[in-house]
């Protein structure tokens, strides 16, 4: 029966992706707004949102069950999408933004959690690096045909395709009524409080885990604001219809990389992974970003090879060194803490933008990803002594 949950989250991952608005969001804000840092703050205030929930809702995947979580998730995304297609004013997407945050929250730990959980009950845990990169391809392969499709609609409308992005959420929510709740070990006391204590001090704790939530929050505060970002400096280069190629060309490659990660990582070992990827995205898109012709996107979405790879490496890590009744509320204090680093940075990269122009702005935020080469040279440094 566990088998069917794999099933239905890699179809769920799928439509959770399907948003046809994917490539040209800040392009949307940006337009709504009247500016790329109140469009940049939508963005913000996701993130805001999703900090704010971000561990309730992972105490409550623990305590109560992943699949009443993911049915949250599935409903507040729909409400989301709904508020964004209405978008007539800052406030309506604001508010949407609220929800979007809200299901990123439902989401966070308990869908990672959900797939661990139900590999643990058959005896596969052991393979979770496995199935985590097959089904995470599922995203890059519905980012991918949202991109093109969504990119070539917003040549003409973008009210059409921000409707068009309601309906894969309504899929969502119908396919997590069919999951199945995993048995998994909970805790007697039922306490939140001392559930999040205990989650704070052994995260605090452990030095290993410790370095691998500092550039968790990294990758994700800034990467994603950064990725987020891109479309901007990309429509300096290229129209409107086209962006959603150039993002296509990366969430295709970055599904490659995600359907081989386990490959890829036995083959190069954790570590050397994390640090490949992360000394390749420096170099491909500062050179990238300097050049600044029509071929800088292509080479830009070359690094999403690694991507894949490089986002299951860490989260297996961070998963080995996780307690089993507090991995979805651990995995929510790291996300917690990337979100509300993505808020603060988006605002200031929007307002780097529009001061100095996307290109200069997109420079500069590279260069703010690079002591995470040296975190990993670090953590690659405490297993060795660990050996």
Known sequence: ????????LAVFNFFADLKFHSAVLILYFAKATGSFT????????????SALFEVPTGIYSDLIGRKKTIMFGALTATAS????????SYWILFFGAIFEGLSRAWYSGNNDALLHDSLKETNNQHMFDEYLGKTSSFFQVALTIGAVVGSIIAYWSFTIIMWLSVIPQLICFIISFYIIEPKVVKEEST?????????????????????LSLRY????GIGEANFQFRSAFINTLWPVWAIGFSKAISFLVAGIGFWNSSKIIKKVGLYKVLIISDVSN??????SIIISNIFSPILMSMTSLLYGPGSVA??????????????????????LFANLLFSVFAVFLGYLADK?????????????????????LILEKVKSSED
């Open 38 to 49: 109140l469009g940049m703050s939508l963005f913000s205030v996701v993130m805001v949102s």
């Open 356 to 376: 100095n122009g996307p290109a200069k702005a997109y420079l500069i935020s590279q260069f703010l990803l690079i002591p995470n080469i040296f975190i990993t």
């Open 81 to 88: 999408a709904v508020l964004y297609a209405m978008g007539s």
């Open 191 to 211: 306490n939140i409080f001392s559930h999040l204590h205990l989650s704070s001090l052994a995260l605090w704790k452990n030095k290993k885990l410790r370095l």
């Open 282 to 287: 420096r170099i491909i898109n500062i050179f």
């Open 217 to 220: 929050m990294l990758s994700e």
């Open 1 to 8: 029966m566990m088998q069917k949950n794999i099933k239905l």
């Open 314 to 335: 860490t989260n297996t890590l961070r998963q080995d060194e996780y307690s089993e009744n507090q991995r979805a509320t651990m995995t929510s204090l790291n996300s």
